[in-house]
């Protein structure tokens, strides 16, 4: 779907209902596994068996559960409303989690090219961001999503290997989508709250910018990453933090960036088993490089991921 | 290191699937061991016949003893599995989250005791 053709997309139902239906299903009181799945199918009227092929279930299973979150809804009298200004900001929180989620999953098998959730996604979140203009977080989900699908092409190779952001061929990246994710981003920014999605989206953008400037501002990502963990310390963000100090500061300052992880969970943590490997090559510890791109691999379940990481390691010489 | 997966489910639910949900769980399963021999860890599955057309035998006294039915009568019950090579337990449960039956059921997951590179 272009940015054009989603601007361009006329709603039918009237706008202020499938907003209260997304509060709906990102309901505390509903699981939080099903209010993704909930979403897609009742706002965007996805079969529930191409819901649960995506979602790794078989559909039987998915329609059961969508049966039971709606009859929940029904008995516990859910309320079919926007919330009171003072829950807002964390039920949004929710929604967008919500929606989020429809775009992240990574499905088994993926291929270069393949769109799966992500074009709902982006759909949904152009609904959220259009119903609460006052909000700074449903445009910031909707720049990073645009930011996500203007470089989908770039992402993964014509053999399958995923392709990281900064070596990433800036000539497929979709214009229109990184213009849109600018725009929003821009909007954001004046409402003078930050949060997760925006700078999540601002980190993207950064990364973006390669295309005008030729390069990757590295320490201008450190810092946005810093912003983040203030925000939402999350084992993720800094794994990202620590491979951005690798590249702005050096192998050194990012292998001791890595080392702020407990180390019980960051052996056990693909992305974070990835980067050390990577900052460790470059060190020039070649032997050790490839024993944590071994270990990094055994638990890297994604094709393009692990074809990715496997080349890393074959290159690597003692 | 090998592993065994052990997929257990209520298999009452899947007997009533409808032919196009049957469809779509055997592809997802046509998916997943791709996905397993793509990644260089597959070494064995297989789909089981349901509980009602197990046997137990057993020998006591120097006699057989055979019985109809499986080994238990619980609510879920062993539908199949899958044996890969994981260098680690974090390695096989990254494929177990993987398997459809973790959805719908329970995987469990059990080490082999036969050292490495021993095959059956």
Redesign the interface.
């Known amino acids: 779907m272009t940015a054009a053709a989603l601007a361009q997309l006329d709603d039918g139902a009237p706008p202020d209902r499938r907003l209260s239906l997304m509060f709906v299903c990102a309901h505390p009181a509903i699981d939080s596994s099903v209010r993704t799945p909930l979403m897609l199918q009742t706002v965007l009227g996805l079969d529930a ?1 191409d819901i ?2 995506v ?7 998915m329609a059961q559960r969508l049966v039971r979150a709606k009859r929940k809804i029904k008995d516990a009298r859910i309320p079919f409303d926007v919330p009171d200004r003072s829950v807002l900001a964390s039920r949004i929180d929710d929604v967008l989690e919500a929606i989020y989620g429809a775009h992240a999953f990574e499905r ?2 993926r291929r270069k090219g393949d769109e799966d959730l992500s074009d709902e996604a982006l759909f949904l979140s152009d609904i959220a961001l259009r119903l609460l203009p006052e909000e700074p977080e449903p445009l910031g989900l909707g720049a990073l999503l645009s930011f996500e699908a203007a470089r989908r092409s770039a992402a993964i190779d014509d053999d399958g290997v995923l392709t990281p952001i900064s070596e990433q061929d800036v000539g497929q990246w979709d214009e229109g989508h990184l213009q849109r994710g600018d725009a929003l981003l821009a909007r954001a920014h004046v409402l003078r709250r930050p949060g997760r999605f925006q700078i999540e989206a601002a980190i993207q953008s950064a990364h973006c910018d390669r295309r005008r400037t030729g390069r990757t501002d590295w320490p201008a990502i450190v810092q946005l990453y810093e912003g983040l963990l203030a925000l939402a310390p999350t084992v993720g963000a800094a794994v990202a933090r620590a491979a951005a100090v690798g590249e702005a500061y050096g192998a050194e300052a990012g292998l001791k960036a890595l080392e702020t992880i407990d180390p019980e969970t960051a052996e ?1 943590f ?1 992305p974070a088993l990835a980067t050390r490997a990577h900052l460790l090559s470059v060190r020039g510890d070649n032997t050790e490089a490839r024993r944590v791109y ?2 990094a691999i ?4 994604d ?1 393009p991921s ?1 074809r990715f990481l496997e080349q890393r390691r074959d290159r690597l010489r003692d | 290191m090998r592993y065994t997966l052990f997929l257990y489910s209520n298999e009452a ?1 899947f007997a ?3 032919p ?2 049957m469809e ?2 055997m ?2 399963y046509s ?2 061991i ?2 397993l021999k ?2 260089g860890v597959f070494v064995d599955t297989d789909w089981l016949k349901p509980s009602a057309t197990a046997t137990r035998l057993s020998v006591k006294d120097g006699e057989r003893r055979v019985q109809d039915g499986p080994y238990a009568d619980t609510k879920e019950q062993l539908g199949g599995y899958f044996v890969i090579e ?3 337990l ?2 096989a449960m ?2 177990a ?2 398997c ?1 039956a973790a ?2 059921g329970i995987v469990e997951i059990r080490p082999s005791n036969m050292s490495d590179g021993a095959k059956g």
């Open positions: 068996s649960a092929t979602f790794l279930v078989p559909s039987s299973a088994l098998g056990r693909q071994d270990a055994a638990l890297t379940t094709a692990r | 639910e009533a699937l409808k196009e949900e779509q769980a592809s997802m998916a997943y791709d996905a793509e990644a994981a260098p680690n974090d390695a990254a494929w989250e993987k459809p959805h719908y």
